[in-house]
């Protein structure tokens, strides 16, 4: 047997119709559109029915409609485990949820694992702050309505639009780890909700989903302009890695960093701090080609959105969920690709261990 792939480097594990990772142009491409194309212009609605389109049936009104039913659905089966949730993360709290949609139910699975997201991270960022949940209103988007039922209040146009961008921006991205995670389970038939569940449990690590909350951390402790440089020096010596930064595939900036780098810049308040984030990146660039030379390590999306979510005033521990908003729509519709026609994924590991001593 060969050696294996360390990290699955370069393995190509599936086709997919959904989305492109062109790591040395610096492009993303969704179903033919690049994303440059679709953020600022496309509701989560429009995004999901270019998505699961060939997979499931629906257009964009016909997929919000069916969206807002299935959000009050969710609602229902939140409120039983918001009590047990409260010793949990926000993270946590969001897995214990979403593993508690029933196989049984008769919504399209892929449609109620997709609404419940938007309720479930709402109901317990409230219920954590001992404020009572809202239900859900089924006349909204996705996005106006997850902030409207975080805030107790509808929020500002403006808001949606960047918080819709975003959504639709890291909706999918190729076979990256819980995508992977998502259609491995789901090649086994085990349902859209165990791999959505598995997805999840994924994308919660640090180095993939859970990086843009340690993003505002590292800008909080650098605090100053002059201290950027020697505390980013200081970090990759001790062996720790800058968060936002690195990516498996591109080997430019992630073009995802622009989009929402434009998002953030576009977004008023106080806590939008981007003028400073941007010297960040620039001495962490700087820092990385002197100390990683030849690993040609770029800014990822993880940098900027950490910028838009906390201009839109999302406390840090509901980044990761947010995320999950997002990307949801990416894992169901390859979930479905994958269930339409894929094998069981199972590949090979390389035996390094002892071999059984030859009998006397
Ligand atoms: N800071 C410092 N050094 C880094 C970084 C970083 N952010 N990223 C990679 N490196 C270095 C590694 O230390 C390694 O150096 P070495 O060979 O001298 O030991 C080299 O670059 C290669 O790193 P790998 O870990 O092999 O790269 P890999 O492709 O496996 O990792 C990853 C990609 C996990 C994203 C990595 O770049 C990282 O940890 N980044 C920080 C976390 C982060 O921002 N994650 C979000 C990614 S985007 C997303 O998932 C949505």
Redesign the pocket.
């Known amino acids: 047997m060969s050696a294996a792939s360390d ?1 699955l ?1 370069g393995i190509v594990a599936a086709e997919t119709v959904l989305s492109h990772v062109d790591g040395e142009q610096g492009r993303l491409i969704f179903r033919g559109y690049d994303i440059e194309q679709l953020a600022g212009d496309t509701s989560q609605e429009a995004l999901a029915a270019l998505l699961w389109d060939g997979f499931a049936d629906g257009d964009p009104a016909s997929i919000g409609k069916a969206l807002g039913a299935a959000r009050a659905v969710a609602f229902e089966i939140a409120q039983p485990l918001l009590v047990p949730a409260r010793s949990l993360t926000a993270i946590e709290g969001l897995r214990l949820l979403l593993a508690a949609l029933p196989d049984a139910s008769d919504l399209p699975h892929h449609v109620l694992a997709t609404a419940a997201m938007p309720v479930f991270v709402a109901a317990l960022a409230r219920d954590g702050l001992g404020q009572a949940v809202l239900p859900p209103d089924p006349a909204l988007s996705q996005a106006a309505d997850f902030l409207r039922m975080l805030r107790g209040e509808p929020a500002e146009p403006e808001h949606v639009t960047a918080l819709e961008t975003y959504l639709v921006t ?1 909706a999918d ?1 190729g076979l ?2 819980s995508t992977f995670t998502a259609r491995v389970v789901a090649s086994t038939q085990a349902g859209v909700f165990s791999s959505v569940v598995a997805g999840l449990c994924a994308l919660k690590g ?4 859970g ?1 843009p909350g340690p993003v505002l951390d590292m800008l909080d402790a650098i605090g100053s302009e002059d201290r950027i440089e020697p505390w980013l020096e200081r970090t ?1 010596s001790q062996g ?9 595939v591109y080997r430019v900036r ?1 073009p995802r960093a622009d989009v929402l780098k434009g998002v953030a810049l576009g977004l008023r308040g106080g806590t939008n701090r981007i003028r400073f984030a941007e010297a960040v990146e620039a001495g962490a660039l700087k820092v ?1 080609a002197r100390l ?1 030379p030849g ?1 040609r ?1 770029d800014t ?3 940098f900027y959105t950490a910028l838009v979510l906390e201009a839109l005033a999302l406390p840090r521990d509901l980044f990761t969920p947010v995320f999950a908003i997002g990307r949801v729509v990416g894992w169901t519709a390859h979930i479905l690709e994958q269930t339409q026609g894929g094998r069981i994924i199972r590949p090979q590991s390389a035996y390094v261990g002892p071999m059984p001593k030859a009998a006397a």
């Open positions: 990290g480097e890291v991205h990256n780890a640090p180095l993939h989903g990086a990759i720790d890695r800058l968060m936002g930064f690195g990516h498996r992630d990385l990683k690993r390590i990822n999306v993880e």
